[in-house]
Structure formats: structure tokens, C-alpha cells
């Protein structure tokens, strides 16, 4: 049986763009992006959703420019007085966000040359183990919704699945590793 992955929502993204990359020959996780893609693959209803908002944050651009740190830096309350410098990224034009769409729907329907996920459902039962869960966000640094993709990651596991999450987020993986769920930062950059 192969290896089952869970996708969290930037790690699906990334490994769409990564697979993108990879066919072209230009991706720096085929290693990785090989043993996903000959893995059994799952996302969330959640990841479902949220990769809409994912995509807007690269779809929509910004204009850059240079932005004030206040960060506060003594004990006293002085705030920092640097700037940094966010390059501007153009908006993806009509055709670049119809082809993710189509790419997203295409791995979803098990139609894409690509990959293929599966999502799995949650129910009450989920939303429960995501209510036990969340209580590790007041240590750990992480969002209800990443609460609901463990708890669906910890369901998975409880009916059998050889569950491994695959996630970059640090507060995700505290909570994961908290549940006893194996994770895996597939996407850590160098």
C-alpha cells in the first residue's frame, strides 16, 4: 500500500507549483515532488477552500515599496527606526488564474496529468477532535483552521490510514507532534 500524505493547504500550493516546475525541469524538490506523486495524496474540505484564498494572495500582486519595522527594540519602548523593501509582484492576468482553477479542479476530479488528491470529509467528529486540539494554540502558534486539518489527519489515522501531514507551518507541526501525527516539511527551503 502506499505511502498516505495530507496536504495542508500552502503545501498542496506548493506542491502544485512544484509539480508545474518539475515538468519543465526546473523544480528544486523532484526528490520530494517524486515521492508525493507516487504516494496516495489527501487534502481537507478546508484546504479545499482555503487554497481559493492562497491563490488570491499570489493572484492579486502587490506594488512593493519600502515599509517602516516597529518592532519595539528596549525596554524602554524605542521603536526601531529601519525600513525594508518589498520587490512589487504583477497581478496574474485572467488566463494565469483560470489555468490554476482548471489545475485545482483537475487534481481534485482525479483528472490531472499531474497529480490526484482526495479530500476528506470532516464531520462532527472531526470538529470535536479540532476542539481538543486548538487548546495547543495557546502555546503553539496556529489557526482553527489548521486545528480542523490535524483533527482530520487524526480521524484519518484513527479508521486505519497511515496518515503523514505535510506541512512548513511551525505551529502546525508543534500541534501535530502533540497528537502523536507524523508530519513532514516537504517544502523546507534549504
Known amino acids: 500500500m502506499p505511502k498516505e500524505y495530507l496536504l495542508d493547504t500552502n503545501a498542496y500550493y506548493n506542491l502544485l507549483k512544484e509539480s508545474r516546475e518539475h515538468q519543465k525541469g526546473n523544480s528544486i524538490f523532484s526528490t520530494e515532488i517524486n515521492m508525493l506523486t507516487s504516494s496516495s495524496?489527501?487534502?481537507?474540505?478546508?484546504?479545499?477552500?482555503?487554497?481559493?484564498?492562497?491563490?488570491?494572495?499570489?493572484?492579486?500582486?502587490?506594488?512593493?515599496g519600502f515599509q517602516k519595522c516597529t518592532r519595539c527594540i528596549s525596554k524602554t519602548g524605542d521603536s526601531c527606526q529601519n525600513q525594508w523593501y518589498t520587490r512589487p509582484k504583477a497581478r496574474w492576468n485572467r488566463r494565469e488564474i483560470s489555468g490554476w482553477q482548471k489545475?485545482?479542479?483537475?487534481?481534485?476530479?482525479?483528472?490531472s496529468p499531474l497529480i490526484k488528491v482526495n479530500v476528506l470529509?470532516?464531520?462532527?467528529?472531526?470538529?470535536?477532535?479540532?476542539?481538543?486540539?486548538?487548546?495547543h494554540a495557546l502555546v503553539h502558534n496556529f489557526a482553527s483552521m489548521d486545528a480542523i486539518?490535524?483533527?482530520?489527519?487524526?480521524?484519518?489515522?484513527?479508521?486505519?490510514?497511515?496518515m503523514t501531514v505535510v506541512t512548513s507551518d511551525?505551529?502546525?507541526?508543534?500541534?501535530?507532534s502533540k497528537a502523536n501525527i507524523d508530519c513532514w516539511d516537504a517544502f523546507q527551503a534549504g
Not at 478546508?46 to 492579486?60: D, N
Not at 486539518?149 to 497511515?162: L, P
Open 41 to 64: 495524496l489527501f487534502i481537507s474540505v478546508i484546504t479545499k477552500i482555503e487554497i481559493v484564498s492562497v491563490l488570491g494572495k499570489y493572484a492579486r500582486g502587490n506594488s512593493g
Open 170 to 176: 511551525k505551529g502546525l507541526k508543534a500541534c501535530l
Open 149 to 162: 486539518i490535524a483533527a482530520t489527519a487524526q480521524e484519518a489515522v484513527v479508521i486505519g490510514h497511515d
Open 121 to 135: 470529509p470532516f464531520n462532527d467528529k472531526t470538529l470535536k477532535t479540532a476542539e481538543q486540539l486548538i487548546v
Open 103 to 111: 489545475l485545482i479542479q483537475e487534481t481534485i476530479l482525479g483528472t
